[in-house]
């Protein structure tokens, strides 16, 4: 989170939106192997979930095991569903929506040869998800379509609503343009192979049709190949000395930011035959190719899109209304996409390389936007997201954007050999059914009264019916009502008229034609008289059938009430469940996790155990240092303590030397000057006499210490030969020490100073040594 204080704008919040979305659906479809002896890697758990397994020979994980991989959809269908089954469940619900002006999308998805155009179109009397929804389209709208050129491309992805005589015009047109021979080669037929695609016993309907409106059905089906767009429908002249290439269209944006492709050929079908020739003429003309892993390998995106265009009934319920903001466009569009694979497996080459690449980098980028698209959508982020990066993604921009349905048909191969590229596809997938699209809304209704079609079909039928039954004519077109009702005027007299003034046959020919013209007056009242009565009956029925209609308005009204609250509660629970799977998923991972981290546990424990048990055996050789230490403090301590003893002692012995040297001075003066004073008298021995301090003690230590040798001043480590080391834990220098100075030179005033303040200066650090004349001065 960046903070507003630094200077630096702030996250907008996401505003919340009232619109309701619902989640891509996503299914899944297992094709069978190959054959018996082929390794499966895909296993269907539930009707939900599968799971794949990594195949023998792969490479395992960093943990040395493979994993098990599960992934959920909405639905799994099994290598024995049927394309009917498959029909009911994705691509059904959709026609409803079309009918009821909604759009959708529907697009199937995997690696190549995992069975996308076989789901997709389908084979002989095994019909696909396309021909089966233009079936169920046109078995429902059948009996309310609206003549041809009634509805109009306007070339901006709109619809325009001609009137009865230009429809007339462009109607005769085209009928004088097919009386127009074609030659053998120009005839278009449809495929026997794909005549028979769907069993008449499989055929859907919906039962939910505004009856007061008219439908029209227009067909486009274009293809993207290397990234460019291509019209299949488009009707090139054909040039035999130099044939010309398709040219690519253009994606353009209409009023109601829809995407389209500019220039693209419509095609007004009124049957499912039609509708399915029109596709099986485009499909000729998509790339195919023969590669290493599918004999027909797509190598282009096709997207057959269909448009259903709708407007009401105007109020007698016999035309169409003109009104051009009353028309409701909505489509359908089927998309196969072209099979991701990898170019070490097909070995492509050339061209087929750079298709490969190129379909491979169109669904990177579907990818990419399925990832942006989920960010923004869970994270409550803006980013951009790279719809025109490919004219894929560009194309169905409004569906991801705008509101709609999309369902997406993962298709998968259970070989072994797909194994990596099918890990990718589930991811994909996976992903996907967290992208939201905003829900579809109603339209708004009509403000006419419901049931006109209806009611004026009902009126005709009865004139058809009373006039019958006055033998009067019901229809100004037929014959013999028309005769019969000249048979019930009176007859006309028989008469010749010779003479312009013939005053007999004239009258009875006036009265009697007065005769009839009164007749045809009576008969003319009584007409309109009972039209009059059969109009207020029609009224009266009418606001009785108004009266239950709004009924049966509230109570579908609340009826589609609870029937969001079942969906609502539906869709809760399918979350609940596919959270509850993500989380039972995401136990089995903290288990496993768990398990690691206990191992892990007991193996540091172990660790730390034999790393303290070192730690105990360091701190007892340490208490043992400490001991031995101590021992060698205390003998080290004693030494110096009888060293300072016996140095105290030579330096007590020094001073009574040098007492006794200066009494025997003293005497020698003293006795120099009684000589001198007496000198008859010869020397005598005085009284008391002090004696010279003796040095046998000082011998004596001498040589006991000459006797045993000192300690050495370390410790003794054996050595690997079997000798002995000395390391030491002590360093001493030693100093010669000067001789003892003569006693002439004691005898000068001047020597002896000096020789005695030597003396008493180096006494305290003196060592003297019994057997050796050196002194040891301790290294600081």
């Not at 390794?39 to 395992?60: F, R, W, Y």
Request: charge should be positive; glycine fraction near 6%.
């Amino acid at each position: 989170m960046q903070r507003a204080g630094k200077g630096k704008t702030p996250r907008r919040p996401k505003k919340p939106s009232n619109i309701e979305k619902d989640p891509v659906g996503v299914y899944c479809r297992i094709r069978p192997l190959g054959g018996e002896d082929e390794e499966c890697c895909v296993e269907m758990i539930s009707n939900s979930t599968i799971q794949l397994h990594a195949p023998d020979g792969l490479k395992a994980n960093r943990n040395g095991e493979y994993k098990e991989m599960q992934y959920s959809f909405k639905k799994v269908f099994g290598i024995k569903t049927t394309q009917l089954e498959l029909f009911e469940d994705v691509a059904k619900p959709l026609i409803e929506d079309l009918i009821h002006c909604k759009n959708g999308l529907l697009f199937t998805y995997g690696v190549t040869g995992s069975g996308k155009t076989y789901t997709m179109t389908g084979s002989p009397g095994e019909g696909g998800l396309l021909p089966r929804s233009l079936d169920m389209l046109f078995n429902s709208i059948g009996p309310f379509q609206a003549k041809r050129f009634v509805f109009k491309p306007d070339d901006k992805n709109g619809i325009e609503i001609q009137n009865q005589v230009d429809a007339l015009l462009e109607r005769q047109k085209r009928d004088s343009q097919q009386s127009v021979p074609k030659t053998p080669s120009s005839r278009q037929k449809v495929d026997p192979e794909f005549a028979d695609m769907i069993n008449p016993d499989e055929a859907c309907k919906s039962e939910s049709v505004d009856e007061d409106c008219c439908y029209s059905v227009f067909v486009t089906y274009i293809e993207i190949y290397n990234n460019y767009v291509y019209d299949l429908l488009e009707d090139a002249p054909f040039d035999p000395v130099r044939a010309k290439p398709p040219q690519s269209k253009i994606l353009r944006e209409d009023q109601n930011h829809n995407m389209y492709v500019a220039g693209c050929t419509e095609v007004e079908v009124k049957s499912t035959e039609e509708a399915f020739e029109v596709f099986w003429k485009g499909q000729k003309k998509r790339r195919i190719a023969n590669t290493q892993l599918n004999r027909e390998s797509s190598r282009s995106h096709s997207v057959f899109t269909v448009k259903l265009a709708q407007a009401p009934l105007d109020a007698d319920g016999d035309h169409i209304l003109q009104d051009k903001n009353q028309v409701n466009v909505s489509q359908l569009c089927l998309v196969d996409l072209a099979g991701s694979e990898r170019t070490n497996r097909t070995r492509a080459e050339g061209s087929r390389l750079r298709e490969a690449g190129n379909i491979n980098q169109s669904l990177m980028t579907l990818r990419t936007c399925m990832e942006v698209l989920r960010e923004n959508q869970m994270c409550g982020t803006n980013r951009m997201v790279p719809y025109r990066d490919s004219k894929v993604t560009h194309l169905f921009k409004n569906y991801f954007d705008g509101e709609g349905k999309v369902r997406m048909i993962v298709c998968v191969n259970p070989k072994a050999d797909d194994y990596e590229e099918t890990l990718l596809v589930m991811r994909f997938a996976e992903m996907t059914q967290e992208v939201e699209v905003a829900r579809p809304v109603d339209r708004p209704i009509c403000g006419l009264t419901p049931g006109r079609r209806q009611r004026n079909q009902a009126f005709k039928d009865e004139l058809s019916r009373r006039l019958e039954d006055r033998g009067g004519p019901c229809n100004g077109e037929n014959p013999v009502l028309l005769n019969q009702l000249i048979e019930s005027l009176p007859p006309l007299p028989p008469c010749e008229l010779s003479d312009p003034s013939d005053d007999q046959a004239l009258p009875r020919l006036i009265e009697v034609l007065e005769r009839r013209h009164r007749i045809r007056q009576m008969m003319t009242e009584q007409f309109n008289q009972t039209a009059n009565t059969m109009k207020s009956m029609l009224q009266q029925f009418d606001s009785q059938l108004n009266a239950k209609e709004t009924v049966v308005y509230d109570q579908r009204s609340k009826l589609g009430e609870k029937d969001k609250v079942i969906v609502n509660q539906r869709t809760e629970i399918e979350r609940l469940e596919k959270k509850s799977k993500t989380l039972e998923y995401k136990i089995d991972i903290l288990q496993k996790t768990t398990e690691m981290y206990e191992q892990d546990k007991r193996s540091l424990q172990q660790e730390l155990e034999g790393r303290e048990q070192r730690l105990q055996k360091e701190l007892a050789e340490r208490r043992r240092m400490e001991q031995r230490m101590q021992g060698v403090v205390t003998d080290t301590k004693l030494k110096w303590e009888k060293e300072c003893e016996r140095r105290v002692n030579a330096k007590q012995l020094e001073m009574q030397n040098k007492l006794w040297v200066k009494d025997e001075k003293l005497k020698q003066l003293k006795a120099i000057v009684t000589e001198n004073s007496d000198p008859g008298s010869g020397p005598t021995e005085q009284p008391g006499k002090p004696e010279r301090p003796s040095r046998e003690r000082d011998r004596n230590i001498a040589q006991k210490r000459s006797a045993s040798p000192p300690p050495l001043p370390g410790n003794v480590f054996k050595t690997r030969g079997g000798g002995q080391a000395v390391q030491f834990t002590d360093i001493e220098t030693l100093k010669q020490e000067c001789p003892t100075v003569p006693s002439r030179k004691r005898r000068s005033g001047s020597a002896e100073g000096p020789a005695q303040t030597d003396i008493e200066n180096r006494a305290p650090m003196a060592n003297t040594s019994s057997s050796h004349g050196y002194q040891k001065r301790r290294r600081p």
